[in-house]
């Protein structure tokens, strides 16, 4: 089944308009949800719209409300919601070009691929595509979008454009409150050597594939089983601990150092060059 496109429209930069389609990059993995089941009759347990007091409501007594102290609220029409949505645009303008070191990691959000929409417009995509990557830039713009306005960062990847939604900065907490009770002092440095060691001997380059969900592994083992099982009995299974020694607290740190860079083993080197986005 063909990937449903994202969104629609055209880059625009200064007077040169490119016709694209975005695509979601990412779908969903392996994430298991359950729902709640009564279980005396093994039917599912469905949830009312009820009022303190009152009881249940009908759907069409409902409404919006934002709550401005406790228990007070302003209320809102669906009418009134949709008045100040935003409309969706065909254009996303790019209005600024930053280093991509310059955006935190905290602000990126979802990705999105972007392809040329048809044959004609492939020309001035890949002029963009190539111009952001010789100026190691990426080029920032406002995609209005399903009612809201999404603030977006583009950048080459592979033979296309990669588009990525952004934060804004009111969804983003500030780090340091959580880092201010850790003093600033310089570990020493046979310490550090030490470290340092063990992480470029674990170091090798990045290879999602060789990471799997233990959990979401074990849950649909688990389900596969109760699924072929006559009985009703509970089906209690140890999960796997991760390879490694575990035990006391660690007290010497140098020793406990030491110990890990003489018992580590170097990572595995894929032979298999990546080509850089």
């Known amino acids: 089944m063909a990937a449903r496109a994202y969104w ?52 069409d007594d409902i409404i919006k409300g934002y709550e401005i102290s406790k228990g007070n609220y302003v209320l ?18 790019l209005v600024q070009f930053v280093d991509s070191c310059e955006i935190d990691p905290l ?31 990426v080029a920032l713009g406002q995609l209005s979008v399903r009612g809201r306005e999404v603030l977006v960062a583009i ?20 780090g340091q409150a959580f880092f201010a009770d850790i003093e600033e002092s310089k570990p020493k440095k046979e310490l550090l050597d030490l ?23 074990a849950l649909k083992k688990l389900i596969d089983k109760k699924a072929k099982a006559k009985s009703g009995k509970k089906i209690i299974e140890d999960v796997d601990e991760p390879s490694g020694k575990s035990g006391s ?16 083993k170097p990572a595995k080197k894929t032979t298999s060059r990546r080509k850089s986005a």
């Open 155 to 174: 950048k080459p990847c592979g033979k296309g454009l990669l588009m990525e939604t952004l934060r804004y900065a009111d969804e983003v907490r500030a």
């Open 8 to 59: 629609q429209g055209q880059i625009r930069l200064a007077l040169v308009s490119i016709p694209v389609e975005a695509y979601a990059a990412t779908k969903s993995g392996a994430k298991i949800s359950f729902n709640q089941i009564h279980e005396p009759s093994g039917k599912r347990i469905a949830y009312e719209k009820v009022v303190p007091g009152i009881g249940p409501v009908d759907r």
């Open 76 to 93: 809102l029409d669906e009418d009134e919601i949709e008045a100040v949505k935003i409309e969706s645009k065909k254009t996303l303008e």
């Open 107 to 137: 602000y990126f959000e979802k990705p999105y691929y972007v392809a040329p929409a048809d044959d004609l417009a492939e020309e001035a995509f890949v002029v963009l595509r190539e111009a952001l990557r010789k100026a190691k830039k």
């Open 195 to 217: 470290a340092t060691t063990l992480i470029e001997k674990r170091s090798a380059p990045f290879d999602a594939s060789e990471f799997h969900d233990r959990y979401a592994d």
């Open 249 to 264: 607290n660690v007290i010497d740190l140098m020793a406990a150092l030491k110990q890990s860079v003489g018992d580590e």
